[in-house]
């Protein structure tokens, strides 16, 4: 069997590993990028791409591409609660990312669809001379003190080939099979919530009614909702058992939860795309093992309503991550809701020993 050096192996060619390419081929260093699938995200998952992301994208070069599919200027301003799109509005929400950044950053988030996105990251990796493999599953690897040794199967022909690599990138996703091999677990509060979403396309416009809807929660789908995409496309977003996955889904049902959530009892939508989720923030105990090294969700995931830094177990669950916030000269005030007390010891203790109470004024803490 023949093997391949590469200074850096890549597994998982969606945002994080493509990013990864992207900085390693910027910086000169040559990688292979591994995915078992066909090809990039045909599902948007990310809509908001953060203006620190958009500062570290611009230092390789990436914002004007990536600022030719932001859509921002045409996102709607309204998160609404309402009975469906063409029911009922319950009330106005406050939108989840409304700070703005004018002044303490050379540039401002982005919104694009992650479908639109990942394209652009594979062009700029590619054209710096990251060699990007779909259809490319990583079987099996060690280590040893030098490197990584690694074999890829072809998901089309089979073939097997190993590779040699000073180092292992994981950025395999949430399920991380290389995060599992090397036994690293997860700390956090765990999965809260189980969604399925569905991307589809038709003409809303009858149920938009000329409002600026960025989120449309709908009252009888807990936790979902509809959310205009590019192109006209519209993604719906409902709750699902955590037993429940896409065979549970058949067409006819997913038909019948857009007609509900819309308002429309004979639309005809077309469906694009659907993907089961789950809600949850989860960090891994550690983000290196020797020369293997966990990026994105692989390393950390996030609930996306934005709930960064006010609850103690999201706080502790981003200690060590980018997301983690800044908290010079700032008052700690932590707020937790139906935390058994045992519970909030546990993670004001890892506050305390990881140092970020150090030097703190003053600390305060409310417990309902
Ligand atoms: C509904 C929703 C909305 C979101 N919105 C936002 C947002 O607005 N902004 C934001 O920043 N984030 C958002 N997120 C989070 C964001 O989507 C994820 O954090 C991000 O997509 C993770 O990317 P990743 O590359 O780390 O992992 P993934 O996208 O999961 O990619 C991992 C890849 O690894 C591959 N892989 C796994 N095992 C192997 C193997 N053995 N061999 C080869 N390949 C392998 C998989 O096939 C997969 O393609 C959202 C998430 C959800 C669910």
Redesign the pocket.
């Known amino acids: 069997m023949t093997e391949e050096y590469t200074p850096v192996l890549v597994?998982?060619?969606?945002?994080?590993?493509l990013s990864t390419a992207a900085f390693l081929a910027h910086h000169k260093v040559p990688c292979i990028v591994?995915?078992?699938?066909a090809a990039t995200s045909r599902h948007p998952?990310?809509?908001?791409?953060s203006a620190r992301t958009m500062e570290v994208f611009g230092q390789i070069g990436l914002e004007p591409a990536i600022r030719e599919i932001d859509d921002s200027a045409t996102e709607g301003s309204r998160v609404i609660l309402a009975e469906s799109l063409a029911g009922r509005e319950i009330k106005d929400l406050v939108p989840p990312h409304n700070q703005t950044f004018e002044g303490v950053s050379p540039t401002v988030e982005a919104m694009c669809d992650?479908d639109l996105l990942e394209p652009v990251l594979l062009e700029r990796a590619q054209a710096m001379g990251a060699d990007v493999r779909y259809g490319?599953?990583?079987l099996w690897f060690e280590q040893d003190a030098d490197g990584v040794r690694a074999l890829l199967r072809s998901v089309d022909t089979g073939e097997e080939r190993t590779v040699r690599a000073s180092y292992l990138v994981a950025?395999?996703?949430?399920h991380s099979?290389v995060r599992e091999r090397l036994g690293i677990g997860r700390d956090g509060p765990g999965i809260f919530g189980h969604r399925y979403?569905v991307l589809f396309e038709a003409d809303l416009s009858g149920a938009v009614r000329g409002r600026s809807i960025k989120i449309c929660l709908i009252e009888r789908f807990p936790g979902g909702g509809l959310l205009p995409r590019h192109s006209g496309r519209w993604q719906l977003?409902v709750p699902r058992n955590s037993h429940e996955g896409p065979d549970d889904f058949p067409a006819g049902r997913v038909v019948k939860l857009i007609r509900e959530a819309t308002g429309l009892p004979r639309l005809d939508p077309v469906i694009v795309s659907a993907e089961p989720?789950q809600v949850g923030a989860l960090v891994a105990e550690r983000f290196q093992d020797g020369r293997v090294f966990l990026v994105?969700?692989?390393a950390h995931i996030m609930p996306?309503t934005g709930g960064f830094g006010g609850n103690l177990c999201v706080l502790v669950a981003t200690l060590g991550t980018q997301d983690f916030p800044d908290l010079d000269g700032a008052i700690l005030l932590l707020e937790d809701v139906d935390e058994p007390p045992y519970k909030v010891d546990r993670m004001l203790t890892q506050l305390r020993r990881a140092g970020v109470l150090d030097g703190r004024p003053g600390a305060g803490q409310v417990l309902s």
Do not use: N, Y
Request: aromatic share 4%; charged share 25%.
């Open positions: 597994v998982g060619g969606m945002v994080s590993g591994a995915e078992r699938r998952r990310i809509r908001g791409v992650q490319t599953r990583l950025c395999d996703g949430t099979p979403s977003t989720w994105g969700d692989a996306s």
